[in-house]
């Protein structure tokens, strides 16, 4: 089995320096939340964001959304052939579990990624289907123990996916960015083994991530 993690992803709940600021305040009142419990989204909050640290790689919440969607709605995930996590930007981790349906709506997305930020795992009956926990990228690949990490990044060595995926062996783990901007970090860059770039142009993490499972599944539904 793989794994694949979407690193620094731009999901987070809006921190405590934003959450007085009038856009801010003005988008929790809508919906009916404390500013403390909505996602960080630039959508919204871009006077809010101005001049934050990492300001281009956050409040993207929709591009991991279309992430996990592509990544959760594919043979390789529904015969339990990969395992996915979401790092956030301000070292979490979301574990998702066996069988999960993301909903297709972003707003149900919202809600639901909200409610697992405040009580840390969603269940259904006895199974979790996602858990979050205080975890670095580096202290989850210690987790996971992959045999290669591959990342992708336009920094990285050019190549091709159909090339990447004959590299992708037996328990390797995927990396790509979950942000709209930047590059990785230099703690996550330097836990990763292989770095690829798959063209001169800078593609979004999900169209990424739907062009590199769909070469592996071709090497493993053969």
Request: aromatic letters at 10%; hydrophobic letters at 40%; glycine letters at 4%.
């Amino acid at each position: 089995m793989i794994s694949l993690v979407l690193a620094e992803s731009a999901l987070e709940l809006v921190p405590l320096e934003l959450q007085d600021h009038p856009s801010v305040l003005s988008h929790a009142q809508k919906l009916g939340k404390d500013p403390s419990e909505i996602l960080l989204d630039n959508s919204w909050h871009f006077a809010a964001m101005k001049g934050i640290n990492n300001e281009i790689k956050r409040g993207r919440p929709d591009l991991v959304h279309f992430s996990i969607l592509e990544a959760t709605t594919i043979p390789l995930y529904l015969q339990n052939k990969i395992k996915i996590y979401i790092h956030t930007i301000d070292d979490k981790v979301i574990y998702i579990g066996e069988n999960v349906h993301i909903p297709k709506s972003y707003h149900r997305f919202e809600g639901l990624i909200e409610k697992l930020f405040l009580e840390k795992t969603i269940q259904f009956d006895t199974s979790i289907l996602l858990e979050i926990k205080e975890k670095s990228f580096s202290e989850l690949i210690n987790e996971i123990k992959p045999s290669k990490i591959i990342g992708f990044s336009t920094k990285g060595e050019l190549s091709s996916f159909e090339k990447i995926s004959s590299e992708i062996l037996d328990n390797a783990c995927l990396v790509i960015g979950g942000f709209q901007k930047g590059h990785f970090s230099e703690s996550t860059k330097n836990k990763i083994n292989h770095l690829f770039s798959v063209d001169n142009l800078s593609y979004e993490a999900h169209v990424v991530i739907a062009r590199i499972l769909y070469e592996y599944e071709k090497t493993v539904f053969m």
